[in-house]
């Protein structure tokens, strides 16, 4: 219910957004070949305007520990869409985009750092009380 919430309050851009990126040249260890994915969800940010890509993750984990440790597992997924981001979307002048890992099971919003960004903790989301107000998803 707390990501819903979080989901009514932004400007929802795009769900499950094909990806392809072109491959980096000369940088090694990178696999050859272009970068194919899906973007689970894509929205600006109220408070900056930037651009924010969320993945949708229902890993099997319950503590701060676990999500930051997954973190770290997606940050290349991060450093991918965020890029394919800044390259399709962004303008001169906008905020950098930002990668968000959403736990399904916890309700939780980790925001993974790319680019030497400090990890934050594990935030959750405060449900917000709006009486008489339903809605979908999609």
Known sequence: ???LEKLREVEVIGR??????APREGVAGEPVG???????LLYRDPADGAYVIADHKSDNVTDDAGMEERAIKYRAQGEVYVEAIAKGLCREGD???RFELWFLRTGKIVQVPINGEATPPPAPVPPKKKSGQQGSLF
Do not use: S
């Open 1 to 3: 219910a707390a990501l």
């Open 16 to 21: 499950e957004l094909p990806l392809l990126l």
């Open 34 to 40: 272009a970068c194919i994915g899906t973007i689970d």
């Open 95 to 97: 905020p950098p985009p």
